[in-house]
């Protein structure tokens, strides 16, 4: 499946509210991968955006494991891991609170803009204009939502996604916290 496409300039979008009112009455965070959970339940309460999907990212070393495994990869391990893409797709309202909320995710990158995308895929964006996507994937893969890593590249991978979710979950907490404000 291909992920990732660059980025999109806002269009109109006279449905965001209703769209956004009806993606949080069928939120069930059960479904979230329990280590996102609080991040997409904090984006809920910011008016100018909605979480769309989101994967925490698994990472599978052994052949009858679990492809949703949310365990590290263990530090003895030295094969080939199966990498299911983490990532984080908005629909973001166009307002300028929406687009410097927008701004902000793409400074994200900077984590490291070698494992670190950003853009609208195709899939969101026919679905919802104005979605925007986080994702980490080595540069390599971005077109891909799996690929098979050699150790070194998988730990490095893993190491940015903890990076990326840290990030994100400060950047929800400063959204919640400037909405509240307002």
Known sequence: ?????????????KRYSEDRQDTLAALNLGCVDAPIADIVAGFATI?????????YGHFAYAAEQDPHCLE???????GLVRYRIAYIAFCIENSSLGQA?????????????????FGSPDWFWEQRV????????????????EAILEISEALATQRVRNLFFSELREMMTAEMNAHARS
């Open 72 to 78: 590290p990869i263990p530090g003895d391990y030295g």
């Open 130 to 145: 104005n979605s925007y996507a986080l994702q980490v994937e080595p540069i390599a893969h971005q077109l891909k939502d």
């Open 1 to 13: 499946m291909e992920t990732f496409r660059g980025l999109r300039e806002f269009v109109e979008n």
């Open 47 to 55: 008016p100018h955006c909605y979480t769309l999907q989101c994967c």
């Open 101 to 117: 909320f927008r701004d902000s995710l793409s400074r994200i990158t900077a984590i490291d803009p070698s494992y670190v995308q």
